[in-house]
């Protein structure tokens, strides 16, 4: 299966702590795409990646939210001194090579951050 | 900010009937829309897109848009106890990522 593939699926942390979350994009997609979402609530935006560059950061991401994708392939997602309100699930999606402004998404399962 | 609107429900229907899904957007430049459907416990899948106004249909899915109302909508024709998830309505506006609503809970009784 060559689907957009996330790790770790669940992660539990204490309040503090710092986690990093894996996104690997389908291979021949451009575009990788971070979102939050919690219960009851739709997928919220962080961040995209055009190849290697961030195009674009949610004003909403504090300063302890960061993201990379250094080769254009792989992408990560770092929290920093977590917090209880971090708690969601982060999903990842990537889109096409060559659709601008697309809005055609592939999603991977997401990961579920649990902080106590 | 662009929001994007929808009932949350849950909107229930009995099987075979048709569910409609209702969505209003604030940015009337966006040109872009699309239907997610995302059942419980995993990511969201798209089902239809949608650019220019009236109707696109595809099996028992229907897209309506109204650009000129800022209204998108989703039908669903003989409703299957399957189709019970959530349908996330999502817009693209100029350069800008997609923007989702919230969401409506549809619940297909068999």
């Known amino acids: 299966d060559t689907g957009v593939s996330q790790d770790p699926r669940h992660k539990i942390t204490k309040r503090g702590q710092n986690v990093t979350f894996r996104c690997d994009p389908i291979?021949?997609?451009?575009?990788l795409y971070w979102y939050r979402q919690t219960l009851g609530q739709g997928p919220e935006f962080l961040t995209y990646?055009?190849?290697?560059?961030?195009?674009?950061k949610s004003r909403l991401l504090s300063d302890r939210f960061s993201a990379e994708r250094p080769k254009g392939s792989f992408s990560t997602l770092e929290i920093q001194r977590t917090e209880q309100g971090d708690s969601a699930m982060y999903l990842c999606?990537?889109?096409?090579?060559?659709?601008?402004?697309?809005?055609?998404?592939?999603f991977g399962e997401g990961s579920r951050l649990t902080v106590l | 900010q662009k929001e994007v609107e929808q009932n949350s429900g849950p909107l229930s229907v009995p099987e075979g009937a048709i569910a409609s899904l209702n969505c209003t957007y604030s940015?009337?430049?966006?040109?872009?829309f699309f239907w997610y459907r995302q059942y419980s416990g995993k990511s969201p899948e798209l089902i239809m897109s949608i650019y220019s106004n009236g109707d696109k249909e595809d099996g028992r899915f229907t897209a309506q848009l109204n650009k000129a109302s800022q209204y998108v909508s989703l039908l669903i024709r003989d409703s299957q106890p399957s189709d019970s998830a959530t349908y996330l309505c999502?817009?693209?506006?100029?350069?800008?990522?997609?923007?989702f609503g919230k969401g409506t809970r549809l619940s297909v009784i068999a």
């Open positions: 291979s021949e997609h451009n575009r």
């Open positions: 990646f055009q190849n290697e560059a961030q195009l674009e």
């Open positions: 999606a990537s889109s096409p090579r060559g659709r601008m402004n697309t809005g055609e998404l592939f």
């Open positions: 940015d009337r430049g966006s040109q872009s």
């Open positions: 999502a817009v693209v506006s100029g350069n800008t990522p997609l923007v």
